[in-house]
């Protein structure tokens, strides 16, 4: 073969070996390695294996904010309108964490259902609603309906 | 004239009408500008060429206009303007009122468009030895992407459009979190780099038109590219710095979509730097550059996609808007399918020639070239990925800072170990002999240093920061013993070296210092939140913090919490810090203004959490080693960027340059 063609041919060759295990490697990696968004009422119906990492958000249940006396322990909890989920975190929530608000916590369930958070995220916007939390919603409010009008298939 | 609207109310000006009509102007001008001397070139007709320059100037004089009518409407509180009134506030500081100018979309996307004007005005006046041809069709392309971003303004995002006729009496106020310096600075900084990357892009395609991709082409590229950079690098560690300090928890990277739409370009202007190097000096990679600038513009027109569609919700997506979204993806399409497409029909003629061997600067250039456009892709993917998901259906997914610093810290080692052997690297041919004779000295050094880091700082060893401070050293140990050999001993004969060649030193030093603050703060940062009460105090490393006392503080447009913290190192008193808790009353929204004490090499960070009971507060303290580093590092960087910039090549007269120019 030409020296010129040679040469090109291994460069081609190594690019596409370079670029082909790259690809791999970040498809494999991002499979591992994203973080899924479970409702509360996915939690409630057991959908949800203990001690994985997933994100949790729903609206939180007004009054139901707990703060520990001495340390910076909390606990609340989040609905979606048909289920609500008991989270437990301790440090600084964000700014924008009230009741009633939007939020999403990234965590892992325990043996008790609670899911014990190491992230809480409330957007800094008033306005402003996790469309995680938006999808929630949506998702119960249609999972109503659908068992209103045929309560026989819901379970 | 100002008064047009006196039988409505008495305040009303005209003010908002002129900003749009200089806009529409703005676009009548740049549609000229695009159609004359384009034709111009088609005939062969120097005088039509000729008008690029006179309406490239006009084009910025009338969006400088518009932006300055609009900034007008700002500080006079004109809120019939709907823009205004969403985003001031009659208590709002007069500096904020002129920064608010680009706080929300649609004020951005005319900064965007201003900025882009004024690249436009700076390369027909910084263009003297550019033929005229090229630069007729240079400043042609500029004015084909303006006239797309005026149009999409105006259509989809009218910053003067009005609130008539129930005017409200008071604005909404700024986002709090915008009213800062650093977001007076950083959205202007960092879109002169995005837009500064549409200059890159119009030489490649103005060169693919004329079908010459030759080495004048890309010392021409070159310095234009390397100001758009300099700007992205500023722009991005401004955004960092202002994350760090603003947010109030002492994170200064989150990976998120927004500042992800910012590296990317940054990742791939980098290697059309090196690769325009190439070009340049060997005549090799012609095409190869030409698409990483077609690369490098589209990633910022996706980065302006992702950023106003709201298809990615972050802090950043002011506004969700789907018809907006349609309508830059549309433009994303047109600019990124018909520059592939003349690329499709035009590189293929574009031959190479040259040759090199394994062992050579060009091959560590192509590893540069190959790292970066991978990092980038990671990134892109890692982007795109929770997208692509939900739209298959498959859930809602998050992809995490754990998935991108995976990815892009084994990148950026390799990179690392490279770029100091690749700067010493020989052009054509070169021998593993001759690196190790000079690089011998750098590693052992590094390697020294690398294993005496993790017991200054923890007097234990740390496998991830023996690897960060080695490399780093390497890198900026490599660098100044090449400088010293170069100079052979004698400082004063280092600046005789050249500028470009010193500005390479200093930005890959810059990526030096970079990685220290890095691999430092990731892996010796000291964090707690503690419940504390005035009196109490917390030890955490070798600081104690004394809680002194609370108190409560009126703003002009907040009121505030604030607090009185003194940091000791044993009994040494080091300085006193004040963090506040602030409620802005116009939109009742709590911002942290955390208290910092900076040093060369620690931070020491305070922040206010929530008020508990008793008088007691969450606190959040932290000690960050070598945080300024991380920024320290871009600021090298741009000082490389600047110098190599100024080197003396390219301002060469016209007669030097144009010798064998073809009236193509």
Redesign the interface.
Same mark, same amino acid.
């Given at each position: 073969m030409h020296p010129q063609r040679k040469k090109r041919l291994q460069l081609i060759l190594f690019m596409v070996v370079a670029i082909g295990a790259a690809v791999g490697l970040l498809m494999y990696s991002l499979s591992e390695n994203v973080n899924l968004f479970q409702t509360p009422t996915q939690i409630a119906n057991g959908e949800v294996p203990v001690g994985r990492t997933i994100r949790a958000g729903g609206l939180v249940v007004v009054g139901s904010l707990k703060r520990d006396d001495t340390g910076l322990a909390v606990t609340f909890q989040v609905t979606d309108g048909a289920a609500t989920v008991p989270i437990h975190y301790e440090g600084i929530l964000p700014d924008l964490f009230r009741e009633g608000q939007g939020i999403v916590a990234l965590g892992k369930l325990d043996e008790s259902g609670t899911l014990q958070a190491s992230e809480v995220l409330a957007k800094h916007d008033e306005k402003y609603m996790p469309p995680e939390v938006k999808h929630a919603l949506d998702q119960a409010h249609e999972d109503g309906k659908a068992a209103m009008q045929n309560p026989a298939s819901s379970n | 004239m100002f008064d047009l609207y006196g039988d409505l109310s008495p305040q009303l000006t005209a003010a908002p009408e002129f900003g749009e009509l200089a806009l529409i102007m703005a676009l009548v001008v740049a549609a000229l500008q695009t159609l004359i001397p384009l034709w111009g070139v088609k005939r062969g007709h120097g005088l039509l060429m000729a008008y690029a320059r006179p309406l490239a100037a006009a084009q910025s004089m009338f969006l400088l206009l518009s932006l300055f009518m609009l900034g007008w409407c700002f500080v006079h509180d004109d809120f019939s303007v709907a823009y205004v009134a969403s985003n001031s506030n009659t208590a709002l500081p007069t500096p904020y009122k002129i920064s608010a100018v680009w706080g929300a979309h649609e004020g951005s996307l005319l900064l965007w468009v201003t900025l882009l004007g004024c690249w436009g005005l700076a390369v027909a006046l910084f263009s003297r030895s550019l033929p005229l041809p090229m630069l007729a069709r240079v400043l042609g392309i500029m004015g084909l992407v303006s006239c797309g971003f005026i149009l999409f303004t105006l259509e989809t995002s009218n910053p003067f459009a009005r609130n008539l006729p129930s005017i409200p009496t008071e604005g909404a106020d700024l986002?709090p979190?915008l009213q800062d310096f650093g977001l007076i600075v950083h959205p202007p900084t960092l879109y002169m780099g995005y837009v500064g990357l549409c200059v890159a892009f119009a030489f490649a395609i103005a060169a693919l038109m004329g079908g010459r991709l030759d080495a004048a082409w890309a010392r021409w590229s070159r310095p234009w590219t390397t100001a758009a950079w300099i700007f992205l690098t500023i722009g991005i560690a401004l955004g960092s710095w202002w994350a760090y300090y603003e947010?109030?928890?002492g994170g200064w990277w989150f990976w998120d979509p927004v500042e992800n739409a910012s590296l990317m370009p940054w990742l791939v202007s980098t290697a059309l730097l090196h690769s325009l190097a190439v070009t340049e000096k060997r005549g090799l990679f012609k095409s190869w550059t030409v698409l990483l600038a077609i690369f490098a513009f589209s990633l910022s027109l996706l980065g302006t996609f992702l950023v106003r569609s709201g298809v990615l919700?972050s802090?950043h997506a002011f506004a969700s808007d789907p018809e907006r979204g349609v309508f830059v993806l549309a433009l994303l399409g047109i600019c990124v399918g018909g520059s592939l497409l003349l690329y499709a029909i035009k590189a293929p003629t574009v031959a190479s020639v040259g040759?090199y061997e394994w062992i050579s600067r060009e091959s560590f250039l192509l590893l540069n070239n190959?790292l970066l456009v991978?990092a980038a892709?990671?990134i892109l993917? !890692?982007t795109l990925?929770?997208l692509l &998901?939900d739209f298959l259906g498959n !859930?809602?997914?998050?992809?995490?800072a &754990?998935?991108f610093n995976?990815?892009f810290v084994p990148i950026s080692m390799i990179l690392a170990i490279a770029t100091a052997a690749g700067a010493i690297a020989r052009w054509k041919a070169d021998s593993f002999g001759r690196l190790f004779t000079m690089l011998w000295l750098a590693a052992i050094l590094a390697v020294v240093v690398a294993v005496a880091a993790p017991f200054v700082m923890a007097s234990s060893i740390n496998l991830k920061v023996v690897m960060g401070i080695g490399l780093a050293a390497w890198l900026i140990v490599g660098s100044l013993l090449d400088v010293w050999r170069k100079a052979r001993g004698q400082l004063s004969r280092i600046g005789g070296l050249g500028l470009s060649y010193l500005g390479m030193i200093i930005a890959h030093i810059g990526v030096g210092v970079t990685i220290v603050g890095v691999t430092m703060v990731a892996n010796y940062s000291q964090e707690e939140?503690?419940?504390m009460a005035p009196g109490e105090s917390h030890t955490l490393g070798d600081y104690r913090f004394v809680f002194e006392r609370a108190g409560h503080y009126e703003g002009p447009n907040y009121i505030s919490d604030i607090t009185r913290f003194s940091v000791y190192d044993g009994d040494q008193l080091i300085n006193t810090l004040e963090p506040e808790k602030r409620r802005y009353t116009a939109?009742?929204?709590?911002?942290?203004e955390a208290a910092i004490d900076v040093g060369l090499f620690r931070d020491l960070y305070v922040s206010m959490?929530?008020p508990?009971?008793n008088g007691a507060w969450?606190m959040?303290l932290q000690v960050k080693p070598f945080m300024r580093w991380v920024w320290l590092g871009a600021i090298f960087m741009a000082i490389g960027g600047l110098l190599a910039m100024l080197d003396k090549r390219y301002r060469q007269r016209r007669s030097e340059v144009s010798g064998g120019e073809l009236p193509v």
């Open positions: - | 986002n979190l947010l109030g928890w919700t802090v040759r190959v991978v892709f990671a993917l !890692g990925y929770p &998901v !859930g809602k997914i998050s992809v995490g &754990v998935w995976t990815m939140s503690v419940r939109r009742g929204s709590i911002m942290t959490g929530e508990l009971d969450g959040r």
